[in-house]
């Protein structure tokens, strides 16, 4: 994607030793901690949020497609070459746990969302090029359909952000004429009106379907958007990035990693940014606030580069967006490689990310989250083992079971089966089907 920001109040009083010899202070003691409990939770109820992630449906492999896609090689690397530590070279400077996927594979779709849940996300936000059929945009959006049936399996949520400079290419090669560009996007806030927006998973603010636009880089007057939206029964809350928010009249902002002029940002820079952001009117629906682990890209002009600061700008950056009256907080991104602002597990960093927003979920409702760091192992063991086994029907049922207890958070009894399977694995056979059977029971 191309770019052109309380303490807890103190409950307990201070008692003198007279005070305290003629107080039962066993009930003063009960009282303060019942205090302090109170105040814990009012606070992490004060400004609830609902955590997105920003998702990229764009990669194309081989093993999948037929062909390394772009955004694997941006037109300089060479996927098919096997590097001397054993990974493809690919367009990032970081490498996927799961090596180079494809957005179309149901296992590593299954994989990602299995994820998400288990590390406390609440949603996706899906990076959508529109219905057209033209370059990429069919397989993005089939792509997307195929991750919201998962997205919706794990009992998330989801949302689109529409990519508008899709209209410059179509119109600069004739496939769309330049007088029909309004009427096409109105064609698609159509679709998404009636496919989309009334879908009881799709994400709202007060009732309203959100609709962030990345720019917008294409329609940039008010009357455009007007016109974009006067056919449809349902007006989405329409976002816009901070400073393009006023001239679109859209209805609110979300933040972005704000880089710019191939510079590195420091943390005083993204900090003002963001305190910028979060200061605007209405911020709780006019808002969404963002949180980034760091950006590294590797374009062959950089837009610029944030630091990781060992994940200290990962955690600030979510300190801030639960700090803030925003009631959406985004993720900039689970997987955009290009830019290097994943926080999907990766070879560099691991799990580092998701345990974050699980410590997080944690500190936030001031008792142990449901899910731990060792169930976060468990989408790898499952997409290991399909990856490993062939087209046995028994098996795949078995595997299909693991995946069923994993999305309905049974995740002891998904460990103990794959324990079970896992100790039935061998080499594997030329043909790739190591397993032949299911486990005994």
């Not at 994989?111 to 069919?138: A, Q």
């Not at 879908?199 to 007057?221: H, N, Q």
């Not at 880089?259 to 209405?282: C, F, M, N, Q």
Request: glycine share 6%; with cysteine; hydrophobic share 40%.
């Amino acid at each position: 994607m191309e770019i052109p920001l309380h303490s807890i109040p103190p409950v307990m009083a201070a008692f003198t030793m007279e005070q305290i010899m003629k107080t039962n202070v066993i009930r003063i003691l009960v009282g303060c901690v019942l205090s302090l409990s109170l105040s814990v939770r009012l606070l992490a109820e004060e400004h609830p949020k609902t955590i997105l992630v920003h998702y990229m449906p764009w990669y194309d492999s081989k093993p999948i497609s037929g062909n390394w896609g772009w955004h694997w090689t941006m037109d300089r690397f060479a996927p098919e070459k096997i590097k001397k530590n054993g990974q493809r070279e690919v367009a990032s400077h970081y490498y996927p746990l799961i090596g180079p996927y494809d957005s179309n594979d149901p296992d590593a779709l299954e994989y990602h969302v299995l994820l998400m849940k288990l590390s406390g996300i609440d949603g996706v936000i899906v990076d959508w090029y529109g219905i057209k059929d033209f370059h990429d945009y069919g397989s993005i959006h089939r792509n997307t359909q195929h991750l919201v049936k998962f997205v919706k399996k794990a009992g998330l949520k989801f949302a689109v952000c529409y990519e508008d400079r899709t209209i410059i290419p179509m119109v600069n090669t004739k496939n769309l004429k330049a007088t029909e560009d309004v009427l096409h996007a109105a064609e698609v806030m159509k679709w998404l009106d009636k496919n989309w927006f009334s879908d009881d998973a799709y994400v709202r603010i007060k009732s309203r379907p959100i609709l962030p636009v990345f720019g917008p880089m294409y329609f940039k007057t008010v009357e455009q958007w007007k016109q974009i939206f006067a056919e449809i029964p349902t007006q989405p809350v329409f976002y816009a990035l901070p400073h393009l928010a006023k001239s679109t009249g859209s209805d609110g902002a979300f933040g972005w990693p704000p880089v710019y002029g191939g510079k590195e940002i420091t943390p005083a820079t993204w900090k003002t940014y963001l305190s910028d952001l979060y200061a605007r009117k209405h911020a709780e629906d006019s808002v969404i606030a963002v949180v980034f682990p760091k950006f590294h890209d590797i374009y062959e002009k950089s837009y610029g580069y944030i630091d990781d600061r060992d994940g200290k700008t990962f955690e600030e950056t979510l300190g801030l967006a639960m700090k803030s009256e925003a009631a959406l907080v985004q993720i900039a991104t689970w997987n955009d490689y290009g830019e290097g602002t994943i926080i999907e597990p990766t070879v560099e960093f691991g799990y580092c990310y998701l345990e974050s927003l699980q410590k997080h979920k944690a500190r936030k409702s001031g008792k142990t989250f449901q899910y731990t760091a060792d169930d976060l192992r468990l989408p790898l063991m499952l997409y290991t083992l399909r990856k490993q086994t062939g087209s046995d029907r028994k098996v795949l049922a078995n595997l299909d079971a693991i995946s069923d207890l994993l999305f309905a958070s049974k995740c002891n009894e998904a460990k103990a089966l794959i324990e079970k399977y896992q100790s039935r694995i061998g080499e594997p056979s030329p043909a790739g089907n190591v397993l032949t059977a299911a486990p005994e029971e």
